[in-house]
């Protein structure tokens, strides 16, 4: 836009990018002509819908050859959710249990009768190969429950709820489309109902989530947490995280010191319901003010 904007002192400018609503006013606004009268993001959603049949292909594929071999691994993961469903509290320590050198037992209380004691905890990581050999030599020493998230069975309906909610608000989807954000809200809308979807069918009985790293927590899985009534804690990582971070949702939220939660009551205080100031420090064993505090606030 800067070099256009030089060139439109002695010559006429022109573009080619997407006619979208955000391009359209940017235009208009240095008076740049562009050649394009074609909203780019309508490619967008075709790409969307490949998506769709791409993944429904692979999972016929699979249907058709490795029915045995699936049918084997449903069952085990069957016994597996007779566990899954016992668990009140879950906690995503994000890529496992170590962060420069440093274990995040943040969370833990020592009392083993406590829902909050590490044995009773479901720790859940995204991807098998986000786990380290320490983070599973950890897991495996200290006899804790861990799952992945990637490998929880849903029962599909995720397309087919989002589909019910926007087929019959042809508006909304004018507005959406119109204001570039279409696709965005679509993929946003899945992404929760299908979480939704894992954790119903996964931990039925779940009560809190203990979030490890609250700057990469997709607000989608939060919103899903908060539809279910299962609250989510967690505490600041890094001091800078409130001027500059997106917005984040969570239950509890436990911040650094005053300035931070001055900076986020102004910045989320919508999206997050309670902000307790605390002193964290990163070391090897529990804090003790830290764990009374927070088993104080949740009352359990």
């Known amino acids: 836009m800067e070099v256009g904007q030089l060139l439109k002192k002695k010559n006429d400018v022109y573009i080619f990018v997407s006619n979208n609503f955000f391009l359209k006013n940017i235009n208009s606004k240095y008076y740049f002509k562009n050649l394009n009268i074609i909203n780019g993001d309508i490619f967008k959603i075709f790409n969307y819908f490949i998506l769709i049949f791409y993944y429904f292909f692979i999972k016929l594929f699979k249907g058709m050859f490795l029915f045995s071999f699936l049918k084997k691994e449903k069952n085990q993961k069957q016994n597996l959710n007779l566990k899954k469903n016992e668990f009140r509290v879950a906690y995503f320590p994000h890529k496992g249990m170590f962060s420069q050198g440093k274990i995040k037992d943040q969370f833990y209380l020592k009392n083993k009768a406590s829902k909050f004691y590490k044995r009773n905890i479901a720790h859940i990581e995204w991807y098998n190969s986000d786990l380290t050999n320490q983070s599973n030599e950890y897991y495996v020493k200290n006899n804790i429950p861990f799952f992945f998230w990637d490998s929880f069975s849903y029962k599909k309906q995720s397309i087919l709820a989002v589909i019910r909610f926007f087929i019959f608000k042809l508006k909304i989807i004018q507005k959406l489309y119109k204001y570039s954000i279409l696709i965005e809200v679509l993929t946003s809308t899945y992404q929760i109902y299908n979480s939704k979807e894992k954790i119903k069918n996964n931990f039925s009985k779940l009560k809190y989530v203990l979030v490890g790293y609250d700057l990469l927590f997709h607000n989608e899985i939060s ?18 995280i409130p001027s500059w971070s997106h917005i984040m949702c969570f239950d509890y939220y436990f911040t650094l010191g005053p300035e931070s939660k001055k900076i986020l009551m102004k910045r989320m205080n919508n999206t997050v319901k309670y902000l307790k100031k605390i002193q964290i420090l990163k070391i090897n064993f529990p804090l003790k003010k830290k764990n009374t505090l927070i088993k104080i606030k949740l009352n359990v």
């Open 223 to 240: 919103l899903a947490f908060k539809h279910l009534k299962i609250e989510t804690i967690s505490i600041q990582d890094r001091i800078l």
